[in-house]
């Protein structure tokens, strides 16, 4: 039996401790690699728990105007998903946006109005094949008299919102 045997030079048997190193290594990187993958999937699963518990499919989570009080009321239902005109003392706001003085729009309503048909042919051309259910939710301070409300529920069936719900505070505390 003839066995050849071969020198390793210090070039080759540094790479080989080198290569060797780099195995060990990278079986410890594998290894913790794991275990973070492990971890972030519980993390996850613990976040998808969590937000399937307190989600809620019905829009009770109204934006209620700056300065605004709600009346309370003694029946509630829930809300449906409609724009909202807030009317205050100081002045009236359609979805969260400044439409104009309380008194101003009393005596020149045109602007609610171009809002208004706005709002209208945006929803018309997001739903091109459905009826348009002219829903609106009128969010009316207490301090506002009964007759400027009445006045600016009026104005709402010209511009086919004829579906209008007023947001109050229901027996259970919630609006």
Known sequence: MNIKSQQLGDRSFS????ARQF??????RMIIMGLMLTSMVDMFSLLVIFLLQTFSAS??????AKGLTLPQSVTSRE???APV???????IYLDQKFVGLTEDLLDQPEPL????????????????KQNFPGEITVQADQAVSSAVVSRF?????????????????GAGGRG
């Open 15 to 18: 790479r080989h401790l080198v």
């Open 23 to 28: 195995q060990r290594s990278r079986r410890k």
């Open 59 to 64: 829009p009770e989570l109204a934006v209620v």
């Open 79 to 81: 809300m449906k998903d």
């Open 85 to 91: 005109l807030a009317i205050s003392e100081a002045g």
């Open 113 to 128: 109005m171009n809002r208004l048909a706005e709002l209208r042919e945006i929803w018309q051309k997001s739903h091109p």
């Open 153 to 169: 529920m009026g104005m709402l069936p010209g511009q086919a919102f004829g579906s209008i719900q007023m947001a109050v505070i």
